[in-house]
C-alpha cells in the first residue's frame, strides 16, 4: 500500500476513534444467525474494532483468509481504501446499499431452493448470488426466482474438490450482489454449512438401483406425453400438428433407453468400462462405476425432494444429512427411498407420483435447484467420469420436470372424467404454462453445451442422451415443444362442444423365461374414428401398461374395435397382437388384456438389431482418418453391450 494510502486509513481510523463516543452507534444486526456487512469479527454488531480489522488487512498485518474474504466489500478481490472507507461508514450508521436480512440457520442439501430474505435489492437489475469459501468462489447463480418483498430463492450447489472432482460437504459464504450504476453493492458474508450427498452404504442401496428406477420412470413419462399429444392432435381435429414434436420425444425416449441399458450392464459387471463416445484427440469417454455411483446419489437426492417421497417418518431434509454419523436413521432412510424408487418404476405408482407432483407449486423451482447447482459443479470437474453422470443426469430432470408441471396430463385426465368445467380450467392454464422454466433449462443447457460440446466429438449412449438435450435446448426445439401447449389450448378453447369421455386399457404381458425391459405396445382405435388413432405405451419391469382411450372424439361414437399390438422397443420388432369389441364400453371403464411373449422371439430381435447397429456405426468411420482405430473400437464396444442387454430376453 503507498504511504498516501496508509495515511488515509490512518485518518479513517482516528475518525471514527473520535466519533465514537459522541453517540453514533452501530445498527444491530436484524437477525441472530444473519451477518451485516462490515462485521469483520462476526460479534453481531459494526463498530470501532471492525474498523481496526479492516485497517490492518488492508496494510496486509492481517491475512487470515476468511477476514480477508468479509473486509472485501466491494467484491474486486483485494482489501484496500475503498473496503475501510466503507466500514467506516457502516460503523458510523450509514446503512448499507444492500443486506441479507433474513437466512435460515440449518445446514443446506445441496441441489435443492435456498430462500433467504434481502433488503436494499434494485428492482429490475441482475442478481448474482456467490458461494465462497477461503480458496475463492465456488459458484456464482443467477437466483431461480427473486420476489418483490426481497426474498431470494437459489439453487445450493453441489461442493466438488476441484483436485479429485469428488463431492464433499463444506462451510462457505453466500453473498448477494447488484451492479448499479456506478458501483457494486455488495450484502454480508453469510455462512452456509452445505452437506454432502449421502453414499449409497448410507443409503442401503445397491450400485445402480436408483438411476435404473428414474431411467424407468422417464422412459413412463416421455412416453405418457406422447400418447398425449396423439390424443390431444385428434382432439384438435388435426388443426396442431404434433408430429414434429412426437418426433423429438421419441428420440429421447429412446436414448433414454439405451441410457438406461448402459447403467444395468455396469450393474451387471462393475468393472466394465463403457465407451458413451470419443473426445476431439480420439481418446475415448468411459461411463463406469464411479459415474453410475454419483448419478445414484445425485438421483437419490433429487427423488427425496419429490412429494410422493416425503414420508412422516424420514422428511427429505434428513435424508440429506445422512452423510453426518451422527443421524442413525440410515434404516428408515433407506426403507423410504426404496418405496419411492418401487413407486416411480411402477405404472400405477407413476401416476399417483404425477398426480402429486403436479399438485406442488414448488416442482419447478425443485428442478432448476437441482439444474443450477449440478451445472456449477460439471464446471468444477477435471475428471471425466464424474462429469459424465453430471452430463447425462442434469438434462434428464430438467426434461423430466417440465413434463411434470405441464397441464396437458390433467387436461387429458378431465377429457376423460366427463369433467367439462375441469378440462376448460385446465385449457386457461395449458395457454399460459410455457414459462419461464423453459428459457432458464434453455440456459442451463448452454451452459452445460460449453463443459460438453468442445470435448465430444461423436457423442453416444449415456452421452447422447445429454448431449442430445443439450442441443435441443440451445436451437429451441425443446421450447417449441412445449410451446405446443399453447397452440393447442387455443383450438380446443375455440371449439364449442370439448370431446370428453374414455376408457382405460390395462395390458399385462408376461415374457417367458425373461424380463422386461423395452417392451411397447400400439393400441389402434379403430373404424368409427377417420383416421384410425393410434396410441401408444411402455411396459413398466413388470410388464403392465396403461393406456388412456378416449371416446367420442369429435362427436363420433365410441370405437367398435381395440387392436393391441407388442413390439420390442429396441428393435421396433412385432411379436404380438390381439384384437377386442370395445362398444358398449362406459367412461371410466378399464378393459383387461393379457399377453404372453415367447422371450427366444425378443431375444432373435434384439441381437439382430445389435448387429444392424454396429454395421451403421462402421459404415461411418472413416478409414483414413487417425480416430479410425477408436471408432471402431467404439462400435465394438457398444456391440459387446447391445448383446449384454439382450441377455436379459
Known amino acids: 500500500m503507498s504511504r498516501s494510502s496508509r495515511l488515509y486509513v490512518a485518518a479513517m481510523l482516528a475518525l471514527i476513534l473520535v466519533v465514537w463516543p459522541m453517540g453514533v452507534r452501530p445498527v444491530a444486526a436484524q437477525s441472530s444467525s444473519v451477518l451485516r456487512a462490515g462485521d469483520l469479527n462476526v460479534d453481531g454488531a459494526v463498530n470501532v474494532v471492525d474498523v481496526q480489522l479492516a485497517v490492518n488487512i488492508a496494510l496486509g498485518d492481517r491475512t487470515d483468509p476468511i477476514r480477508v474474504l468479509r473486509a472485501d466489500l466491494n467484491g474486486d478481490g483485494k482489501v484496500n481504501v475503498v473496503d475501510v472507507q466503507r466500514v467506516v461508514n457502516l460503523a458510523l450508521g450509514v446503512p448499507s446499499a444492500l443486506e441479507i436480512s433474513s437466512f435460515p440457520d440449518t445446514p443446506a442439501i445441496p441441489l435443492t431452493p435456498l430462500r433467504f430474505g434481502t433488503s436494499g435489492l434494485v428492482s429490475g437489475l441482475p442478481v448474482s448470488v456467490k458461494f465462497l469459501n477461503s480458496s475463492g468462489t465456488i459458484a456464482e447463480l443467477e437466483p431461480i426466482r427473486v420476489d418483490q418483498d426481497g426474498t431470494?430463492?437459489?439453487?445450493?450447489?453441489?461442493?466438488?474438490?476441484?483436485?479429485?472432482?469428488?463431492?464433499?460437504?463444506?462451510?462457505?459464504?453466500?453473498?448477494?450482489?447488484?451492479?448499479?450504476?456506478?458501483?457494486?453493492?455488495?450484502?454480508?458474508y453469510q455462512p452456509l454449512t452445505i452437506q454432502n450427498l449421502p453414499s449409497l452404504q448410507e443409503l442401503g442401496v445397491s450400485l445402480g438401483r436408483i438411476t435404473q428406477a428414474y431411467f424407468t420412470f422417464s422412459l413412463?413419462?416421455?412416453?405418457?406425453?406422447?400418447?398425449?399429444?396423439?390424443?390431444?392432435?385428434?382432439?384438435?381435429?388435426?388443426a396442431v400438428d404434433t408430429s414434429a414434436a412426437r418426433t423429438t420425444l421419441v428420440m429421447i425416449r429412446d436414448l433414454t433407453l439405451a441410457t438406461r441399458m448402459a447403467v444395468e450392464r455396469i450393474m451387471a459387471s462393475p468393472t466394465d468400462i463403457i465407451s458413451v463416445g470419443i473426445f476431439a484427440d480420439g481418446t475415448p469417454i468411459p461411463f463406469t462405476r464411479e459415474s453410475l455411483e454419483l448419478m445414484d446419489r445425485l438421483l437419490a437426492g433429487w427423488i427425496v425432494q419429490l412429494p410422493f417421497a416425503r414420508s412422516a417418518l424420514v422428511p427429505a431434509t434428513q435424508i440429506g444429512a445422512l452423510s453426518n454419523p451422527a443421524f442413525a436413521i440410515s434404516a428408515a432412510a433407506s426403507s423410504d427411498l426404496e418405496a419411492a424408487i418401487t413407486t416411480i418404476e411402477s405404472i400405477g405408482g407413476m401416476a399417483q407420483a404425477a398426480k402429486e407432483i403436479q399438485a406442488s407449486e414448488t416442482i419447478g423451482e425443485l428442478g432448476l435447484a437441482f439444474g443450477t447447482g449440478a451445472v456449477a459443479a460439471a464446471a468444477t470437474m477435471k475428471i471425466v467420469p464424474p462429469q459424465v453422470a453430471l452430463i447425462a443426469t442434469i438434462p434428464t430432470v430438467l426434461k423430466d420436470t417440465q413434463l411434470l408441471a405441464s397441464d396437458a396430463t390433467r387436461l387429458l385426465e378431465d377429457v376423460l372424467l366427463d369433467n367439462n368445467a375441469g378440462a376448460t380450467a385446465d385449457l386457461q392454464a395449458l395457454k399460459k404454462s410455457v414459462p419461464d422454466f423453459t428459457l432458464t433449462a434453455i440456459k442451463l443447457g448452454a451452459a452445460l453445451a460449453v463443459l460438453a460440446n468442445p470435448a465430444l466429438a461423436v457423442p453416444a449412449t449415456v452421452v447422447s442422451l445429454g448431449a442430445n438435450l443439450i442441443t435441443w435446448q440451445r436451437d429451441g426445439t425443446l421450447k417449441k415443444l412445449w410451446d405446443l401447449n399453447g397452440r393447442i389450448a387455443d383450438t380446443l378453447l375455440a371449439s364449442s362442444n370439448l370431446p370428453l369421455g374414455g376408457i382405460q386399457v390395462q395390458v399385462d404381458v408376461a415374457v417367458s423365461n425373461g424380463t422386461l425391459s423395452g417392451v411397447v405396445l400400439d393400441c389402434v382405435v379403430c373404424c368409427p374414428l377417420p383416421p384410425p388413432l393410434r396410441l401408444q405405451g411402455i411396459t413398466d419391469p413388470f410388464g403392465r401398461a396403461l393406456l388412456p382411450v378416449p371416446l367420442g372424439l369429435t362427436g363420433s361414437p365410441p370405437p367398435s374395435t381395440l387392436t393391441v399390438t407388442v413390439s420390442d422397443l429396441?428393435?421396433?420388432?412385432?411379436?404380438?397382437?390381439?384384437?377386442?369389441?370395445?362398444?358398449?364400453?362406459?367412461?371410466?371403464?378399464?378393459?383387461?388384456?393379457?399377453?404372453?411373449?415367447?422371450?427366444?422371439?425378443?431375444l432373435e430381435l434384439c441381437n439382430n438389431a445389435c448387429s444392424a447397429q454396429r454395421a451403421a456405426r462402421v459404415a461411418n468411420c472413416d478409414p483414413l482418418s487417425n480416430t479410425a482405430f477408436q471408432c471402431l473400437n467404439a462400435a465394438d464396444a457398444e456391440l459387446r453391450s447391445c448383446f449384454n442387454s439382450c441377455a436379459r430376453f
Open 570 to 602: 429396441v428393435t421396433g420388432g412385432q411379436i404380438d397382437t390381439t384384437s377386442f369389441n370395445a362398444q358398449g364400453t362406459i367412461n371410466g371403464q378399464t378393459i383387461k388384456v393379457n399377453l404372453v411373449v415367447p422371450s427366444f422371439e425378443l
Open 220 to 238: 413412463l413419462l416421455t412416453q405418457n406425453r406422447l400418447t398425449h399429444l396423439r390424443i390431444l392432435e385428434a382432439m384438435t381435429k388435426g
Open 152 to 188: 431470494v430463492v437459489v439453487g445450493v450447489p453441489l461442493v466438488v474438490d476441484p483436485t479429485t472432482s469428488v463431492t464433499t460437504s463444506a462451510t462457505v459464504y453466500v453473498v448477494v450482489s447488484q451492479v448499479l450504476s456506478s458501483d457494486i453493492a455488495l450484502s454480508g
